[in-house]
């Protein structure tokens, strides 16, 4: 049986439409169920499904007051789902019901792990008079997600998996929109097949992606990238923050001189601040499994860390300055070197100690 979830939130009017267009495209040939899970609309979604009920349809409603979002709403939907196949598409329309049935045969004919409603391989495609924003924010995120994926589009909201697939996730943890992405990272989808579908806009209710989501979304990558890439993903992070910290640095100096204090004083001040602005994204960012962890110890773990990083730099500077004749005379790049030392050395420190994330077994 194929179980289609769709999560909604205030989306009554297009309830009936899409179901009659599911059974359009499906019925007899294909056994299925719809699972609606809904975050407590309270727009009527539920008198709707009951109507659809009482005509003998196969659907169901669960309906979530604890919780909002849709990939959370997609991975319930998944996990009360009794089909041995998962499929997951919008309520308002946007995904031709249509398709379903070539996509189940992909999953037959090209033995996929998964196969992708697409908007971008050959012949299909968006809606026309999609605006220069829309467009561009779709471009972008999908970018944002090609090292984590080579399927096109990877941001989808139309796929289907078959259950034995879904069941060998690991660690899963979805947030915001794009719940595909945490499958394709996530669960053992070795082949995947891509249908071309043309991507519809809603005729009744409103999107409800916004600019919240826009942020879920770089937080959702920023957990994925540092699953499949580990330290390397923190150590870019870390590299990015240090960056700043360098301008926090620089200018704290600056201001501070302008104020008057003696030049030893103000690069001393400046450097403490500029450690303490690196600390705070790296707890909730870079290190974010620790962001739980004591502050006031960890802080002065890091603070320490970034001390003895200095020492480190400061020697090899100083003595490739003074080994090498060339570096001699191009100290900037001893120094260089030297920073770069300094920074592996924070990282490794930082990771193994400052912010060691502490497991226990229970
Ligand atoms: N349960 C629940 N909870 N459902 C939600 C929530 C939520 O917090 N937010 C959105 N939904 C439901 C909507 O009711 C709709 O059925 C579906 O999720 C998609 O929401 P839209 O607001 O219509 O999203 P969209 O059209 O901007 O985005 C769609 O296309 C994107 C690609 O352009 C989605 O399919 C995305 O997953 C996809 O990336
Ligand atoms: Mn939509």
Known sequence: MLSIVVPTFREAENILPLVQRIRAALEPAIPYEIVFVDDNSRDGTDERVRELQQQGVPVRLIVR???????????????????????????????????????????????????????????????????????????????LARPLTSVRDGGAGFYLLPRRIFEQRKDFNPIGYKMLLEVLVKCPCRKVAEIPIQFADRKFGESKLNFREQLLYLLHLKRLYDYKFGRVSRFVQFCAIGASGVVVNLLVFAGLEKMG??????????????????????????????????????????????????????????????????????????????????????????????????????
Not at 89 to 106: K, Q, T, V, Y
Not at 288 to 299: E, F, G, W
Not at 319 to 326: F, N, P, Q, V
Request: glycine residues 8%.
């Open 65 to 143: 007051t604890d919780e909002r979002g849709l990939s959370s709403a997609v991975l319930r939907g998944f996990c009360e789902a009794r089909g041995d196949v998962l499929l997951c598409m919008d309520a308002d329309m946007s995904h031709p019901a249509e398709a379903i049935p070539e996509m189940l045969r992909a999953l037959e004919t090209q033995q996929a792990d998964l196969v992708v409603g697409s908007r971008y391989v050959a012949g299909g495609g968006v809606e026309k008079g999609w605006g220069l924003y829309r467009w561009l924010n779709s471009l972008v995120a999908l970018w």
């Open 261 to 362: 204090l003696s030049q030893k004083l103000a690069y001393a001040l400046a450097i403490w601040i500029a450690m303490t602005w690196n600390y705070v994204p790296n707890r909730f960012l870079t290190f974010d499994l620790t962001a739980q962890h004591p502050i006031l110890p960890q802080y002065l773990r890091f603070v320490l860390t970034c001390l003895v990083g200095a020492v480190v730099n400061w020697s090899v500077t100083v003595s490739l300055a003074r080994e090498s004749s060339w570096l001699g005379g191009h100290v900037y790049w001893a120094a260089l070197v030297g920073i770069v030392c300094g920074t592996i050395f924070n990282f490794l420190i930082s990771h193994a100690w400052a912010f060691r994330a502490v497991t226990k077994a229970k």
